[in-house]
């Protein structure tokens, strides 16, 4: 293997963008597991299954109000950060829609969620268990080793060429 041609650097490249796209790929399937959830109303204590996520949504996406979700166990007072994607499941005959998702929520929580402006809400509110981090830190990792081989693989040829110029004056 001749790595000091310049297609090398190419080739490099490519491992670097395809891992990066594999990787964003597989993170973006870690949604999967919330579209297929079976969606609980707000009301009831949630038992927390392990390290699993708890996902908040609503059955009537408000975008020009400032919901806000806190989650409560006992006196602590936890606010559900608020979703970066727009992600809608259907269950029970009703559609939901993501509001926020809080990781490692603790045993007998509850849900409480508010419009901040005061006014009266008429939005169902409901959540659902499952678990959305493990294939996001594997999409993380199959990008970042593509990325550093193509890293690599682009120092190696550098090397190699620097190496053959310097044998050769």
């Given at each position: 293997?001749?790595?000091?041609?310049?297609?090398?650097?190419?080739?490099?490249?490519?491992i670097a963008a395809l891992a990066w796209v594999a990787g964003t790929a597989f993170a973006a399937s870690a949604w999967d597991p919330l579209r297929d959830a079976e969606v609980v109303p707000v009301g009831q204590p949630i038992q927390s299954a392990g390290d699993d996520d708890l996902?908040?949504?609503?059955?009537?996406?408000?975008?020009?109000?400032?919901?806000?979700?806190?989650?409560?166990?006992?006196?602590?007072?936890?606010?559900?950060?608020?979703?970066?994607?727009?992600?809608?499941?259907?269950?029970?005959?009703?559609?939901?829609?993501?509001?926020?998702?809080?990781?490692?929520?603790?045993?007998?929580?509850?849900?409480?969620?508010?419009?901040?402006?005061?006014?009266?809400?008429?939005?169902?509110?409901?959540?659902?268990?499952?678990?959305?981090?493990?294939?996001?830190?594997?999409?993380?990792?199959?990008?970042?080793?593509?990325?550093?081989?193509?890293?690599?693989?682009?120092?190696?040829?550098?090397?190699?060429?620097?190496?053959?110029?310097?044998?050769?004056?």
């Amino acid at each position: 293997m001749h790595l000091t041609r310049r297609r090398w650097y190419l080739v490099a490249a490519l491992i670097a963008a395809l891992a990066w796209v594999a990787g964003t790929a597989f993170a973006a399937s870690a949604w999967d597991p919330l579209r297929d959830a079976e969606v609980v109303p707000v009301g009831q204590p949630i038992q927390s299954a392990g390290d699993d996520d708890l996902a908040v949504l609503t059955d009537l996406p408000q975008a020009e109000r400032d919901i806000r979700c806190v989650a409560r166990s006992g006196k602590k007072r936890i606010p559900v950060p608020a979703a970066t994607v727009d992600i809608v499941v259907d269950s029970d005959g009703s559609r939901w829609h993501l509001l926020g998702v809080l990781s490692d929520a603790p045993d007998q929580t509850r849900i409480v969620c508010k419009p901040k402006d005061g006014q009266t809400d008429t939005a169902r509110y409901g959540t659902a268990v499952v678990d959305l981090s493990s294939r996001v830190g594997t999409g993380q990792a199959i990008a970042w080793t593509g990325f550093i081989a193509g890293l690599g693989l682009a120092g190696a040829t550098l090397t190699a060429r620097t190496r053959r110029t310097l044998a050769h004056d």
